[in-house]
């Protein structure tokens, strides 16, 4: 098989990652998405076909470092260099610090944080070796600023930010462009329209966030020059307060 390039979105779920793969796609890029279960992602995957795409599924679980190492191992062995790495695992489950569990607070440091350095750090050391790719951390107001009841997923989304901060200012000077976003609002999600149905009612005053618009800005960051990179940006409707 000839080398393709590759997109690899980790968390390609159902409204964000799966709006990115799909920008991606239609770039020329082969999107390699990634859930803990891959037959989840088969409607995204025929989804890309269909439009005239190439997609691949992978079955991974980002919190463990053999599956991280075995996952890009493979792509850059079997389908061709990642040259853009998109991290979009959420983790935003709300508790009050009275009633917070130790298991579930490392559980959400693991998906919204670690599994971002694993796979962060193994598609980097390939990325600095071709001097050249794009990483991409997706963030939320919960990178910035701690709410009530959103202990873990908080701190877990500032430890995020940290890493993202950390790994631009070493690779940036070796031409890898690492980027943080901050998406500061409700996304038009299936789980939005059933648990905020109020909410979801401002869709038709573009009041939420529509994931392909989120993608078309991951595109715009992905192709910026390097002269004029950006590291931190910030999505939200017009109609957000902050």
């Avoid at 989840?40 to 005239?52: A, F, S, Y």
């Avoid at 993202?164 to 299936?190: F, Y």
Wanted: glycine share 8%; proline share 3%; net charge neutral.
């Amino acid at each position: 098989m000839d080398a393709q390039r590759i997109a690899l979105v980790i968390g390609a779920g159902d409204a964000t990652g799966g709006a990115i793969a799909r920008r991606f796609a239609r770039e020329g890029y082969c999107a390699c998405v990634v859930r803990r279960t891959a037959d989840k992602l088969k409607p995204l995957v025929e989804q890309i076909e269909g439009d005239g795409g190439t997609a691949r599924a992978f079955g991974c679980d980002a919190r463990r470092e053999e599956q991280v190492v075995a996952l890009v191992e493979g792509i850059e062995r079997d389908l061709g260099p990642i040259e853009v790495m998109v991290f979009n695992i959420g983790a935003n489950v709300p508790s009050s610090i009275l009633e917070e569990t130790a298991r579930k607070y490392f559980k959400i440091w693991e998906m919204a944080c670690f599994a971002g350095f694993l796979t962060a750090r193994e598609v980097a050391r390939r990325m600095v070796a071709r001097e050249r790719g794009t990483m991409i951390f997706t963030g939320a107001t919960a990178s910035l600023r701690g709410s009530a009841r959103f202990a873990a997923f908080a701190g877990a989304k500032h430890a995020l930010r940290a890493l993202a901060q950390s790994m631009a200012r070493e690779l940036g000077p070796k031409n890898i462009h690492v980027a943080h976003s901050l998406i500061d609002g409700a996304i038009d999600t299936e789980f939005i329209r059933t648990n905020f149905p109020d909410r979801y009612a401002l869709k038709e005053r573009d009041g939420i966030v529509n994931p392909d618009h989120i993608a078309d800005a991951y595109w715009l960051i992905h192709a910026q020059p390097r002269d004029a990179w950006t590291f931190e940006f910030d999505l939200r409707p017009w109609i957000e307060r902050w």
